[in-house]
């Protein structure tokens, strides 16, 4: 049947029930907006979609165009475990004395020392293995550590992503005040196990046979459960707390404005004089300090008071 005019049955807009405006098709339009602004937010790139095809497409299809974008640009977290082995494997071989442990969830952390470069590649590569912590320290590092002051600050920070996990780090300071990255660690949790692992690998691979080194950690119990599981303890090693951890925590607990500043302000005094002073002007403005602070020895957290074992 011949008709006569326009062709009309096209539409020049996308409909809000459009079903072929897929996360792909996004992609391609915010592709470029993604790689410059990795944390562009997503009402962003609604706003460049609903610009092109008036039309705004729901979260989810935004935030899977996102996410190509990212592994398209650095790789999937699937891939960045998979790839795990072989960054070990190019660490060691080019730093060499790099020192590199991986347990898999089949080992069921059994102790096997660091293991070579050759062996967590093999393994790999022979056996369908699932992650689950790792250990490294470069070698440069651990020469230098010689030559720092015997006082290390340990801190995790959890991982973001679809993967759970904490990356443990390790930081010393130089003759120069410089901060010095000691070892690393990924691991599953903040638990005792964890902590046990990190500490010993820390002792043998990069402390070495050097006593008398002050842990400066943020109170976790898991952590000084550890250090005394392995023999990281009195009298031949230290432990301290964190005082910006430690202020942090007493301001959450107490709610008033300046007592963080104040508190670390009295940790850092070296006079005991001094000391007394500021800490009759903070019961002055916190009359609770003294019961808060009845389970937390001065000599863990005060320099004035420290015995000797803070060195910087």
């Not at 002007?281 to 602070?293: A, G, K, M, N, Y």
Request: proline share 4%; glycine share 6%.
């Amino acid at each position: 049947m011949e008709t006569s005019g326009p062709h009309t049955c096209l539409r020049t807009t996308v409909t809000q029930d459009h079903p072929n405006l897929t996360s792909y098709d996004i992609l391609e339009l915010v592709k470029d907006q993604i790689v410059v602004d990795p944390t562009v937010e997503e009402k962003m790139l609604m706003a460049t979609v609903k610009s092109i095809f008036s039309y705004q497409p729901g979260r989810k299809k935004i935030r899977d165009a996102k996410k190509l974008a990212m592994d398209e640009k650095y790789g999937s977290w699937e891939g960045s475990y998979e790839d795990l082995p072989f960054l070990m494997e190019a660490l060691q071989c080019f730093n060499v004395g790099t020192k590199v442990d991986c347990v898999f969830k089949e080992d069921e952390m059994e102790d096997r020392g660091s293991l070579e470069l050759t062996n967590i590649f093999c393994l790999y590569l022979e056996h369908e293995v699932t992650f689950k912590i790792l250990f490294w320290a470069f070698k440069p590092c651990i020469d230098r550590f010689e030559h720092c002051m015997p006082v290390i600050h340990i801190d995790g920070t959890h991982q973001y992503g679809p993967y759970p996990g904490v990356l443990l780090s390790v930081v010393a300071v130089d003759g120069f005040s410089h901060i010095l990255p000691l070892a690393f660690a990924i691991v599953e949790s903040k638990n005792v196990s964890s902590w046990g692992w990190f500490m010993d690998r820390l002792r043998r691979f990069v402390a070495g046979k050097r006593h008398e080194i002050c842990v400066i950690y943020d109170r976790h119990a898991g952590i000084i459960a550890a250090m005394q599981q392995i023999g990281w303890c009195e009298p031949l090693n230290h432990h301290r707390f964190c005082i910006r951890h430690l202020a942090a925590n007493f301001c959450t607990a107490h709610r008033r404005k300046g007592l963080k500043n104040r508190l670390v302000e009295l940790a850092s005094q070296v006079q005991e004089k001094k000391f007394e002073f500021l800490w009759e002007q903070l019961l002055i403005v916190e009359p609770r300090t003294t019961e808060w602070f009845e389970d937390k020895p001065l000599s863990k957290w005060s320099l004035a008071y420290d015995e000797g074992n803070v060195m910087a």
